[in-house]
């Protein structure tokens, strides 16, 4: 009977450290009285003791379920972040991948899943947004706005930039002129 009291003493007190870092989909609670139930009734150590790690694994994968949304979002907006503030940098996902900590295959898989778009797509995206921009001003020279957006290959650059657009770079400023 003392086992099975310092048992329920740790579960209580372990309870008790995870209430403040739960998930969403965790009841604590209702799990604890659960297992407090199932140690009260055991009549020996050795299923005291599996109830015990049964509890204690059932905990870590919630809590690693719950970990892995929450850090899902977070990183994959620092990520986000990242390439808006250094978009004219070369960026790749293996370097994204070492800057966060993540596995290569893990961040993609992720990014994809919060953004809907593979990271090729979401950095294309964002250096042809800011290529428009910088379109706008026509002293500004269209292989100049290519090494400025992080393309070193002036025909690689209008060749993005007319999938994107469905227009060249220089077609795409006499519109704006135009307007």
Request: contains cysteine; hydrophobic residues 35%; aromatic residues 10%.
């Given at each position: 009977?003392?086992?099975?009291?310092?048992?329920?003493?740790?579960?209580?007190?372990?309870?008790?450290?995870?209430?403040?870092?739960?998930?969403?989909?965790?009841?604590?609670?209702?799990?604890?009285?659960?297992?407090?139930?199932?140690?009260?009734?055991?009549?020996?150590?050795?299923?005291?003791?599996?109830?015990?790690?049964?509890?204690?694994?059932?905990?870590?994968?919630?809590?690693?379920?719950?970990?892995?949304?929450?850090?899902?979002?977070?990183?994959?907006?620092?990520?986000?972040?990242?390439i808006?503030?250094?978009?004219?940098e070369?960026?790749?996902?293996?370097?994204?991948?070492?800057?966060?900590?993540?596995?290569p295959?893990?961040?993609?898989r992720?990014?994809?899943?919060?953004?809907?778009?593979?990271?090729?797509?979401?950095?294309?995206?964002?250096?042809?947004?800011?290529?428009?921009?910088?379109?706008?001003?026509?002293?500004?020279?269209?292989?100049?706005?290519?090494?400025?957006?992080?393309?070193?290959?002036p025909?690689?650059?209008?060749?993005?930039f007319?999938?994107?657009?469905?227009?060249?770079?220089?077609?795409?400023?006499?519109?704006?002129?135009?307007?």
């Amino acid at each position: 009977m003392q086992f099975q009291t310092v048992c329920i003493r740790c579960l209580i007190e372990l309870n008790g450290l995870l209430q403040g870092m739960k998930g969403d989909g965790i009841d604590l609670h209702g799990q604890l009285n659960k297992m407090l139930e199932k140690i009260l009734l055991c009549d020996n150590y050795r299923l005291t003791i599996d109830c015990m790690t049964g509890y204690a694994g059932m905990l870590v994968q919630k809590l690693n379920e719950s970990d892995e949304v929450q850090l899902g979002g977070g990183v994959i907006k620092e990520v986000q972040l990242f390439i808006r503030r250094h978009f004219n940098e070369t960026i790749t996902l293996n370097m994204l991948a070492d800057q966060f900590y993540l596995h290569p295959n893990y961040l993609s898989r992720l990014f994809k899943e919060k953004t809907g778009k593979n990271f090729v797509e979401y950095m294309t995206e964002v250096r042809m947004e800011k290529v428009k921009e910088m379109l706008a001003d026509p002293e500004k020279k269209v292989s100049d706005i290519s090494m400025m957006a992080g393309y070193e290959n002036p025909r690689y650059f209008s060749k993005v930039f007319k999938q994107f657009t469905g227009m060249t770079p220089s077609e795409y400023r006499e519109a704006l002129n135009r307007q």
